[in-house]
């Protein structure tokens, strides 16, 4: 591809009712994963549901057994809607994650970064909505690419708000990229810190 160009997202095969039926009585494997999907998620799945599913394998190439997995972990966070494990069957197939390794490694760091994520919303007093795809972006920067201390983290929240009366990400960003600038890891070491911020 050349420079600027984006690759298209495969468009979303349609399956006719009788299409489906062909399939399922030809195709043991697709066969038993619509059973076992419909297991997993409690009901049976309707002609559209199946035709989402053969998607997972025709169109985004995932394998049967990392579908399955795919939608054990769906199960497990109690969304059973087809729609919700396709956008899950997308994302794993444009980062390629293809085998039951990298599911199971994605799936850990996922519920690592929840975890972390969690902390921060406690930590930061967010208790009635959602991170945002910004703030979690932020979060993961700070606690992964940055390795900064939780410490660190509240005192940048704690000098963000005694600024501007509220937890603003950019500004705390602002704070910590400074911070990791200057080489500062932990509380200790912020007696290091040249930059003066308004008060």
């Known amino acids: 591809l050349s420079a600027g160009v984006v690759a298209e997202k495969p468009k979303k095969l349609q399956y006719k009712p009788d299409e489906i039926s062909d399939i399922l009585s030809s195709n043991k494997d697709l066969s038993q994963l619509v059973t076992h999907a419909e297991t997993i998620f409690g009901k049976t799945l309707s002609a559209s549901e199946i035709s989402t599913i053969f998607n997972f394998y025709d169109n985004y190439h995932l ?3 990392v579908i399955l997995m795919l939608l054990e972990h769906c199960a497990s966070l109690s969304k059973t809607s087809v729609r919700y494990a396709e956008k899950i069957a997308i994302s794993w197939s444009e980062e390629g994650i293809d085998t039951i390794e990298k599911a ?5 760091n996922s519920e690592k970064r929840e975890k972390v994520c969690r902390k ?5 007093g967010i208790t009635n909505r959602n991170l945002s795809d910004a703030e979690y972006a932020h979060i993961i920067q700070w606690t992964e690419s940055m390795e900064m201390s ?3 983290i509240k005192l940048a929240y704690e000098k963000t708000v005694m600024a501007t009366g509220n937890p603003s990400f950019p500004y705390m960003n602002g704070i910590l990229q400074s911070w990791y600038r200057q080489g500062i890891k932990t509380t200790d070491e912020i007696s290091k810190d040249k930059q ?4």
Not at 104 to 108: A, E, F, G, P
Not at 120 to 124: A, G, P
């Open 120 to 124: 921060f919303k406690k930590l930061l």
């Open 104 to 108: 199971k490694d994605h799936l850990q």
């Open 196 to 199: 003066v911020y308004p008060q």
């Open 63 to 65: 394998p049967i057994e």
């Open 150 to 152: 939780s410490e660190l």
